[in-house]
């Protein structure tokens, strides 16, 4: 998803929440999404930089982004449903 952009501001875009199937698991489908989605975040859209969410408890989730993609964990904010997310983001490179 890619935020609006308000006057004088870079373009960035923004993850929701993602899931697959816990039979599909470990094949390296989110990578997958998460490549592409950076690559197109760049180069269609000219973002800066890309953004998520991950809750402290899915540690599956904060490895994939912070050690696999790396995102750098930039806060932690309280979700709507009391449990706490790490804030991330990942400079994009163009080409």
């Keep these: 998803m890619l935020k609006e952009v308000k006057e004088g501001e870079q373009p960035h875009g923004h993850v929701t929440p993602t899931s697959v199937l816990r039979s599909y698991r470990r094949l390296g489908i989110t990578?997958?999404?998460m490549l592409q989605s950076q690559e197109s975040?760049?180069?269609i859209y000219r973002a800066s930089h890309?953004?998520?969410?991950?809750?402290k408890s899915n540690r599956a989730a904060l490895s994939l982004y912070r050690d696999t993609l790396d995102?750098?964990?930039q806060g932690?904010?309280?979700n709507a449903d009391g449990e706490a997310?790490?804030?991330m983001?990942?400079?994009l490179k163009h080409e």
């Excluded at 890309?50 to 809750?55: D, E, F, I, P």
């Design 31 to 33: 990578k997958k999404l």
């Design 89 to 91: 983001r990942l400079m």
């Design 76 to 78: 932690i904010e309280q």
């Design 85 to 87: 997310a790490y804030s």
């Design 50 to 55: 890309g953004s998520l969410h991950v809750r």
């Design 41 to 43: 975040m760049a180069t």
């Design 71 to 73: 995102f750098e964990v």
